[in-house]
């Protein structure tokens, strides 16, 4: 094979490495970035770990806002018969 030709085989075994090589640095740093967003991601979440509510946590809240709820309303509707009272007696 005469030189040129050879040189010109290199070349383009050297260009098709290189071209190899940025894909798999390429893939490499898609794989890395993945990697990294999903640590984070796993990181943000054991951070609302202790935030998490148990089912007990979720029934005290609940019956606590439960009672709330009755006591706006009983206060509401006192508040609507004082209204109504006022208004019939000529209040």
Known sequence: MPFILQAEAA??????ANNVAAESRMETGLALE???????????????????????DIQK???DLTWRI????????AIFVG???LMVNGG
Request: charged residues 20%; without cysteine.
């Open 61 to 63: 809240l609940r019956a």
């Open 11 to 16: 070349v383009t075994m050297n260009t098709e």
């Open 70 to 77: 009755i006591i706006a309303m009983s206060i509401l509707t």
């Open 34 to 56: 993945t990697a990294t967003r999903n640590s984070e991601r796993i990181a943000r979440m054991e951070g609302l770990l202790p935030q998490l509510a148990t089912k007990e």
């Open 83 to 85: 209204v109504v009272q």
